[in-house]
């Protein structure tokens, strides 16, 4: 970046001193249209670059800014013990619900959620430690089974 700007600034000089040479005469006017043609057109191009590398740069501290911005909100939320509207509020932007489908005699139902500042979160399918099942007794003689989602079927 700071080279084309740089470089931006010595073609500005260029075209100066190549001016005063043609008002003094020095250059044919030939010579002096096609110089400060090929200055300007290099110029132009510059000017093009240098807009889409502050963009970008600006696209890159907004990302980070919002990414923080979703961590800080997260990390309040972290001991929560119950979920509540002002928590769902503030994490998620919207959540897309699709019908529900059975397959292989269980009906699933799919949802898409997008969370404020950082969009859709996708959660890798191997969970890199696995998950044992689990069996909870609820009452005398009644058991239920928890088995992660990836294994059920």
Request: proline share 5%; glycine share 6%; hydrophobic share 35%.
């Amino acid at each position: 970046m700071k080279a084309l700007l740089a470089r931006d600034e010595e073609l500005d000089g260029l075209f100066e001193r190549i001016y005063e040479d043609n008002v003094s005469g020095k250059p044919s006017g030939y010579r002096f249209a096609k110089m400060s043609r090929r200055y300007e057109d290099e110029q132009k191009g510059l000017a093009e670059k240098i807009k889409k590398l502050r963009s970008g740069i600006e696209k890159q501290s907004s990302q980070a800014m919002t990414k923080d911005m979703f961590i800080s909100l997260v990390r309040k939320y972290t001991c929560a013990r119950k979920l509540t509207p002002r928590m769902l509020n503030e994490l998620v932007e919207k959540i897309e619900v699709y019908h529900a489908e059975k397959i292989d005699g269980v009906w699933e139902l799919r949802l898409r959620i997008h969370y404020n500042c950082v969009g859709e979160i996708t959660i890798p399918k191997m969970l890199p430690l696995p998950i044992p099942d689990m069996t909870v007794n609820t009452r005398k003689g009644v058991f239920v089974n928890y088995t992660p989602a990836e294994i059920a079927g």
